[in-house]
């Protein structure tokens, strides 16, 4: 019975399908379980029957009784009450099961649909979209919106209940029945005032909650340099407050929540004081009692279900947001599609950029017209400051993102034409930050090549280094990563999403070096690992390394998407241009002669 | 001043600690006008409704017996009122009292605790994981919360909704107990069984989110390299498998709630109840309107009949979280505050001899000797896991040695009273906490009275003053949530500016944040130069120039020293070390 304080948490969410669309596409979801579902509003049908029989039967008992108590008319009744309860036992036991079953379908389908789209789209897709907001949609949306059909279904249970009940009382007496349901309004106007104090009062106290949680997590968080300080008096004394002004909040919600129901009882019982008394005077004027006590029997009937048809509404609208913003990533269509699936053999890793243009969001141009060769082989450095576009080149060789015009050439053949999983095949990317999944290295350096035996997998780890790297794992390559890989440090990361490219050997080699802090000899580690990788394809690397840059076949120097200087690293310092200052800015300080100069520096 | 508990609060209150269940009872009878106020009006709200029932009948048996007065109907009718009103009045004394003691029994809860962890040493809450205590402090408080209202509310309500109603049968007729009774045990039995079929399911389907959600979200956090290894169709295929078992354990468990058999036996009690009612009725003993009222009694049983469950469950969480808080609370650390140690100004020599530590078990540090002096500037590197940390943590005495020994100005660091100890070494961490204050309140947070001259100069020296300034409110800036976000190289010079005004004579810098530019870096080594000049300092840094210019290398490799001595002796001795700088030509 707490329907009524259900969902009362929601946040509001702009809506862009109307309420029509949503719910032909929702039953759309139900159409393959028709059947099934034509068996639950029977069986739905047939509980409200037993259901009103139950009474009925007694009441009609009653006066029976009355006038012939023999104990063949007693069993009958008993019998027949005993087979109705049953009845409605096992016709409400039939309803919940196969509604399980087709939920249980229906949330299974729609989630793979939203997975299916999910996974298909590109980056584009998820700048806009938030993970935590794509998880929840996926698990718990879809749940809400299939939970939107059991709230309608057993709405109109409900709806069948009263009816059925209020057209047998109207045939025994109609004043009676419309006292009963001038109570009606009451009923609903009280659920409906209730309920909308208390969405009030909880979305009050969600925000405010939120940031005294936080400033409690604070006061926790702290208590460690408090106590370093000495200053725990200081620290306890503002967590109190914090923990007071919570109490003060959360005692305002709890006691406002619970005020509905006792109240709601009162009302009750005046509708029952009043058909007491009303009906007794029915009586008088030819109303049975059997008859008086089934309008007894009906208030109860009727208040509760009156209730939920109360709370119908804005829970209902609820599940269609959840509804939407499950199809609103079901209809979200990729950028990135292909004109064709060429196959795609092993490359030799020839890149032509010609005059392209990228924006990402429509707003600002990233690359104006950007047009740059890369032959195979080549090891090329990208550098520039922060929105230079340097990641956006990257990333359209990845063909992550569309370009909206001019073109991109792999081996001389357009990028769009190309069949995407394969292409993919041929390349091998490192974002700035590895990703590893849950499992052990093994299965991570394999995340590429799930076919590669074990030994190639060794192999590969070992060409890394000499495989010294091996040993500073708990348990060489069976070691388990833990969540996103917090089982190992920075470092280990990389050197794992670097043997996992060098285990898939593609053609071309596209880096993002990360700028976190990794111990020397880590480092020295990395570094080797990427002169081996580096070797026998197209690289190109956003370089932020020193040694990078210095190793690099050619540097690329970008400024609001255009190569404003290229050059070897000797080349460019000779010119003393922006490639200097960018040095300067980025790459100085991890020189032996900076290290060296450290006395200098320092004593500035 | 050393004592077993460093934080005491004032008017504290002592609850009983031995098991969860004592210590959630000293809780809710900490204002006993509240629980006393629950039960009085829960006997009162279930008498009030289960008499109405009683008056039903006799309303009836009224109006079947000839020639009745309307005024008695009246009567009755007005009875029946004014109980509902009784009913819905002791209804809400009751929800309101409940309410109260869950909200104080969190507050006082949450209070206790967070004055507990106060009161621990540095030693426990070095070892402790933040993500642990949070969630105590947030989740688990909250359940307790939870456990009251509604969960022992609904209880006491079910106990009484069951208790009146068959006090009132046993006054119409004491033979009627017979169904009542048989179907409490009924009751009992199949609700049990009940519970345990659908625990396990409950549980499976719960995990079963989580596995589900949580494959979810890797892929969508690796989306790139998902995309980037055409990995989709097996991501697919994973989280699709994930799904399907997740609709197998729910459409499982909904056949489990389908078919809940309390409420098949409700039914039968209900229809023997009327039988037994009638028979009476037959026999004379009973009136209709008593038949009725006994039908009406037994009506009542029906709420406890369908809460039962969802009651239980919360009571159980409730005592499982209560055990994690007290675990949490009664934890002592073993460490001994030696108040009659050594008490005085340490110069900064430090010794480590032969040191071994292992924890749980497993070796961190084997077998780790070298010599400080005071000033020096120690450079400890290694490899994650190599034990750089735990080697700093046994210097200030958040873990002991498990062999040999640390000895700071020649003095056994045991025998040195720990208050003393501990407050003239500093450690400054990677990940700096500032609290939401003004960035002048946060550098002067250790010392008590300090001018903002003092703040000034710390903060000068620190490198710091000049990105200080630079914002619109200066050193009267306020931090986090409402205020600036400063970047890992800001904090740490703020860090560093505190050091300078605490003034330590041994100082522990975790230094393992990245360099971004070249400008900034200047500052920051500046400002870690400067702070180590005038003390004892251990250095975890990934910077060559500050190991290069350290006065003393420890290379660390699984917890053993594997080399120490100056930049020019490892280069001479150690191909591992060469190769590090060799990198940077």
């Known amino acids: ?604 | 001043m050393a004592s077993k508990r460093e934080f005491k609060p004032q008017k504290e209150y002592r609850y009983n600690r031995s098991t969860p269940a004592r210590w959630i009872w000293s809780h809710a009878l900490r204002y006993p006008i509240f629980p006393l106020g629950t039960l009085l009006a829960a006997v009162l709200n279930n008498y009030f409704y289960s008499s109405n029932q009683v008056n039903i009948g006799r309303a009836f048996d009224l109006i079947t017996t000839p020639g009745w007065e309307s005024a008695e109907l009246l009567a009755i009718a007005l009875t029946i009122f004014g109980f509902a009103v009784g009913q819905g009045l002791t209804g809400l004394m009751r929800n309101y009292t409940v309410e109260f003691t869950a909200q104080r029994v969190e507050r006082d809860s949450r209070d206790e605790l967070y004055a507990s962890l106060l009161g621990k040493s540095q030693t426990f809450h070095g070892r402790q994981r933040i993500g642990d205590i949070m969630a105590r402090a947030t989740n688990d408080v909250r359940m307790l919360n939870i456990m009251f209202s509604p969960g022992l509310m609904l209880i006491i309500d079910s106990a009484l909704g069951v208790v009146m109603p068959i006090v009132l049968i046993a006054r119409l007729n004491s033979s009627l107990l017979l169904v009542p009774s048989i179907f409490l045990v009924l009751l009992a039995v199949t609700l049990i069984d009940y519970n345990r079929r659908l625990n396990p399911v409950s549980i499976a389907l719960r995990e079963q989110f989580g596995d589900m959600n949580a494959g979810l979200a890797e892929a969508i956090a690796g989306i790139e390299v998902v995309k980037g290894n055409a990995m989709e169709r097996y991501e697919w295929n994973k989280f699709v498998g994930n799904a399907r078992l997740y609709r197998d354990h729910f459409v499982r468990q909904g056949g489990i709630q389908a078919r809940y058999l309390p409420a098949l036996m409700f039914s039968l009690a209900w229809a023997a109840a009327l039988l037994h009612g009638l028979l009476l009725y037959q026999a004379g003993a009973l009136t209709m309107g008593q038949v009725i009222s006994f039908m009406g009694l037994m009506g009542a049983l029906r709420f406890p009949t369908y809460i039962s469950i969802f009651t239980f469950n919360l009571v159980q969480l409730g005592i499982a979280s209560a055990g994690r808080i007290l675990e949490l609370i009664n934890t002592e650390t073993e460490l001994d505050e030696n108040a009659a140690g050594m008490a005085r100004p340490i110069r900064g020599e430090v010794v480590f001899d032969r040191v071994s530590f292992a924890y749980d078990g497993n070796p961190v540090l084997q077998d780790v000797s070298f010599v400080t002096h005071p000033g020096e500037t120690i450079a400890i590197v290694g490899q994650t896991g190599s034990g750089k940390t735990t080697l700093t943590r046994l210097i200030n005495r958040i873990f002991d040695v498990t062999g040999g020994r640390v000895l700071v100005d020649g003095l056994d660091v045991r025998d040195w009273n720990l208050e003393s100890l501990r407050s003239q070494i500093s450690t400054i961490e990677q990940d700096l906490f500032l609290f939401s204050r003004t960035i002048a309140e946060n550098v002067a947070f250790g010392v008590t009275g300090a001018t903002q001259e003092a703040v000034e100069q710390a903060a000068h020296e620190a490198q710091a003053h000049e990105f200080i300034t630079s914002f619109h409110d200066g050193y009267e800036t306020e931090v986090g949530e409402r205020g600036v976000t400063l970047s890992g190289g800001q904090r740490q010079r703020i860090a560093i500016a505190r050091a300078f005004l605490t003034d330590p004579r041994i100082l522990i810098l975790d230094d393992c944040t990245s360099a971004i530019d070249s400008a900034t870096e200047d500052q920051i080594q500046r400002a870690m130069r400067r702070i180590s000049s005038q003390r004892t300092t251990f250095l975890i840094t990934h910077r060559l120039s500050q190991i290069r210019w350290a006065d003393r290398i420890l290379v660390l490799r699984q917890g053993r020293l594997v080399d120490q001595g100056t930049h020019e002796e490892l280069l001479a001795r150690s191909p591992d070390y060469s190769r590090i700088f060799a990198r940077c030509e």
């Not at chain 1, 990361?493 to 593609?506: C, F, G, I």
């Open chain 1, 1 to 604: 019975m707490g329907f009524i304080l259900d969902g009362l948490d929601t946040e509001a969410y702009d809506r862009n399908y109307t309420d029509r669309e949503l719910v032909a596409r929702i039953i759309s979801y139900f159409k393959p379980h028709k059947q099934q579902m034509g068996v639950v509003g029977l069986m739905i049908a047939m509980n409200s029957l037993a259901g009103t029989g139950g009474p009925i039967l007694i009441s009609k008992g009653i006066d029976w009784m009355s006038s012939d108590p023999s104990l063949t008319a007693i069993l009958l009744l008993t019998g027949g009450v005993l087979l109705l309860g049953v009845a409605g036992w096992g016709f409400n036991y039939a309803q919940q099961w196969l509604s399980a079953r087709v939920v249980g379908n229906v949330v299974l389908k729609v989630r793979e649909d939203v997975f299916t789209s999910v996974i298909n789209n590109d980056l584009s897709f998820y700048d806009e979209h938030p993970s935590g907001k794509i998880v929840s949609r996926v698990t718990s949306d879809t749940q809400d919106f299939a939970e939107t059909v059991t709230l309608t279904v057993n709405l109109l249970s409900q709806v069948l209940l009263v009816a059925i009940l209020s057209v047998v009382l109207f045939g025994i007496n109609p004043w009676l029945t419309l006292l009963l349901l001038a109570m009606t309004p009451l009923a609903v106007a009280l659920a409906l005032s209730f309920r909308r104090i208390a969405r009030t009062v909880t979305q009050h106290a969600r925000r405010v909650t939120a940031k005294i949680n936080a400033q409690i997590q604070e006061s926790i968080s702290g208590i460690v340099v408090a106590k370093s300080f000495r200053q725990e008096h200081a620290i306890y004394d503002t967590f109190q407050a914090n923990n007071r002004q919570a109490y003060q909040v959360g005692l305002r919600r709890g006691l406002t929540l619970n005020t509905i129901f006792p109240v709601m009882g009162m009302a009750a019982g005046l509708g029952i004081a009043s058909l007491v008394f009303a009906g007794g005077l029915a009586t008088r004027g030819g109303l049975s009692p059997g008859d008086w006590y089934l309008f007894m029997q009906a208030v109860g009937f009727y208040w509760w279900p009156l209730l939920s048809i109360a709370s119908f509404w804005s829970q209902f609208q609820d599940g269609l947001s959840a509804a939407e913003r499950a199809f609103a990533l079901i209809d979200a269509q990729p950028k990135v599609v292909q004109a064709a699936a060429e196959a795609v053999d092993r490359l030799d890793g020839r890149i032509e950029l010609r005059d392209l243009e990228f924006t990402y969001t429509g707003s600002e141009v990233v690359l104006p017209g950007f047009s740059l060769d890369i032959r195979p082989r080549e090891t090329l450095a990208l550098v520039g400051h922060t929105g230079a576009g340097k990641s956006s080149i990257a990333r359209l060789i990845g063909r992550f993102y569309e370009f909206q015009d001019g073109d991109l050439l792999i081996d001389g053949r357009d990028i769009r034409r190309l069949d995407l999983q394969q292409y993919r095949h041929q390349i091998g990317v490192v974002p700035q930050e590895p990703f590893l999944f849950s499992g052990t290295v093994r299965d991570n350096i394999r995340y590429g090549r799930p076919d590669a035996s074990d030994e190639a997998v060794h192999e590969a780890a070992m060409r890394m280094s000499k495989g010294e790297w091996l040993e500073g794992l708990s348990a060489g390559l069976d070691t388990d990563v833990g969540e996103r890989g917090s089982n190992l440090s920075m470092g280990q990361r990389q050197l794992v999403a670097l043997a996992r490219v060098l285990l898939k050997d593609p053609a071309i080699f596209i880096l993002d070096e990360a700028t976190a802090s990794v111990d020397p000899f880590t480092e020295t580690q990395i570094q080797e690992g990427l002169e081996t990788i580096m070797r026998d394809r197209t690289a190109i690397i956003i370089a932020h390394r020193l040694s990078t840059v210095r190793h690099a076949d050619r540097i690329i120097v970008m400024k609001n998407g255009r190569i404003i200087e290229e050059g070897t690293h000797d080349q460019l310092m000779a010119h003393s241009g922006h490639y200097a200052e960018l040095y300067n800015t980025y790459f100085r300080h991890q020189s032996l002669d900076y290290v060296e100069r450290f006395q200098e520096i320092v004593a500035a």
